[in-house]
């Protein structure tokens, strides 16, 4: 028998996502839905097809390759978006003689294809359509494919007819379900993570009723607060995020601290920031479309969500990196804090140090919802001398609410004054650091220009430039200058 698989779908329904991911490569339970239609091929004893690609064809043959992976040999076709079936099996019109079975490679499918095949040969028909619930299911057997081949309906999304011609076979809705929209990939990706299609094989291991996790993921049980839960490979969940039911993470994905999600589907190459709140929703990078509202919109803060490219990946490695160079310096610093405390004693014995309410790098939502820098206590030493006094701060490093490079942390409370919100939005993407272009200013310097030379750096930051800073902070240990220099004023006002 031959095979033939339309992988050339537009997606127009499914945008914006199609755009970035196409649809026959969309994952449903850690498979791409071509791979699911693949799979119920070998399950019915068919190992060798041809695949219709289209615009998106490089990706999905990189994806597939040969087929020896899935169990199959592919041939690949090339078509282009909108030819219709009929056209396209003219290519090949030759070696279709005898019975052919046309699949749509964008319609999820679980099990094997043999029920519906034993049906098709046995009627009396040289067509047979296999639909569910009366709607198209995304397969078609011809008795000679040549001869039959103007009964294929064309794609959906451009309108294209169903026919009526042949013999319709209604199968099972839980193994064939067509995905012609963002909420409906978003139902079966939760149904196949609470187990409800019949002949889906899930992947990982389950690590409890219901809750399974892939390989080399890490995914604490505290916070799966209730199942089902799906998790894919190279999942990283923190211990204070709460996964509250009918989740699906596919892989590498990234939940942050304090996040929560009920009833969510994330897309692989995720990152989900701290403190968010997402309910019916499906994630795809910095992508959030909300099932209820029937809205996709692209989230600009890449502290809430975000997509995990190498690019961003680089930077949370040099965060670890950076926390753990913190360390380093906090313990090879330990002789220093001695002679910083004696030195605080001398200026002031009564209170040798104090503690200054500060906004870092982490982030929390206050109680109306709004993303805001969470405020930490820095500890500072009375000394006038700035290594001394503020020597307490690598804690703040090795804890990430600082960075070795970045602007003064300022208190909670600091407001923009007259100096507009534009400005403010860029000093905002600054990390607040033990070093940086607004620490060379002096305290002195008037807020508004130390707002302007924050909002600079903001804006043109860089990790090449970010290692300048820290060389030249480096260098200022080793002058004179720095160590006879006084500062007996706090963080000042950037913002």
């Known amino acids: 028998m031959r095979v033939v698989v339309f992988a050339d779908r537009a997606g127009a329904p499914l945008a914006p996502l199609s755009e970035r991911i196409p649809v026959a490569l969309l994952p449903v339970a850690g ?20 695949l219709v ?94 001869d039959c ?34 909420a409906e990939y978003h139902r079966i990706c939760l149904e196949a993570a609470a187990g409800r299609l019949a002949g889906l094989r899930l992947p990982g291991r389950e690590v409890a009723d219901l809750v399974r996790v892939g390989p080399h993921g890490l ?9 089902p839960l799906l998790a894919g490979p190279r999942c990283r969940v923190h ?21 929560t999600l009920r009833q969510c589907v ?75 405390f004696a030195l605080s004693m001398v200026r002031d014995p009564r209170k040798p140090a104090s503690f200054e309410r500060v906004a870092g790098n ?7 919802g709004r ?21 307490p701060d690598l804690v703040a490093v090795a804890s990430g609410d600082l960075s070795f490079v970045g602007v003064p942390p300022a208190p909670p409370a600091s407001s923009a004054g007259n100096s507009g919100a534009a400005l403010e939005a860029l000093a905002e993407r600054a990390p607040r650091g033990l070093y940086g272009p607004v620490h060379r200013l002096g305290s002195g310097t008037a807020s508004d220009e130390r707002l302007l030379v924050a909002a600079e750096y903001g804006a043109k930051r860089s990790a090449a430039r970010d290692l300048g800073w820290l060389a030249k902070g480096l260098r200022e240990l080793f002058r004179a200058r720095t160590w006879l220099a006084r500062d007996d004023s706090g963080a000042g006002d950037l913002r």
């Open 53 to 146: 690609v289209a615009e998106d064809a490089d990706r999905i043959e990189r994806s597939l390759g040969d087929g020896t992976r899935e169990g199959v040999r592919i041939e690949f076709l090339p078509s282009r978006p909108g030819d219709p079936p009929a056209e396209v099996l003219q290519r090949i019109r030759s070696q279709l003689e005898g019975p052919t079975l046309v699949l749509r490679g964008d319609v999820f499918r679980c099990g094997s294809l043999a029920g519906f095949l034993e049906q098709a040969k046995s009627s009396a028909s040289s067509v047979a359509h296999a639909t569910v619930n009366d709607a198209p299911a995304g397969a078609v057997w011809l008795a000679n494919g040549a």
């Open 149 to 182: 081949a103007d009964a294929l309906p064309g794609d959906p999304a451009l309108g294209a007819p169903w026919p009526t011609a042949g013999t319709l076979i209604e199968l099972e809705s839980a193994a064939f379900s067509p995905v012609d929209s963002l």
């Open 239 to 259: 211990p204070t995020a709460a996964l509250e039911g009918d989740v699906v993470l596919e892989g590498d994905v990234v939940i942050d601290a304090g996040a």
């Open 371 to 391: 993303r805001r820098r969470r405020v930490f206590s820095r500890l500072v030493f009375a000394t006038p001398i700035p290594p001394f006094r503020h020597l």
């Open 31 to 50: 498979r791409a839905l071509v791979v699911h239609t693949l799979e119920s091929l070998v399950d019915a004893g068919l190992s060798e097809l041809w």
């Open 266 to 340: 994330v897309l692989p190459d995720s990152y989900v920031g701290e403190e968010v709140l997402l309910e019916r929703s499906l994630v795809a990078g910095d992508l959030l479309f909300h099932v209820d509202h029937a809205a996709a919109v692209v989230v600009q803060d890449t502290f809430l969500l975000s997509r995990l490219s190498p690019a961003s990946l680089r930077r949370r490695a040099l965060s670890i990196v950076e926390r753990v160079g913190g360390a380093l310096a906090l313990v090879a610093s330990a002789p220093l804090w001695l002679l910083a």
């Open 219 to 227: 995914v604490p049980l505290s916070a799966v607060r209730r199942a």
């Open 362 to 368: 982490r982030f929390e939502r206050d109680r109306d």
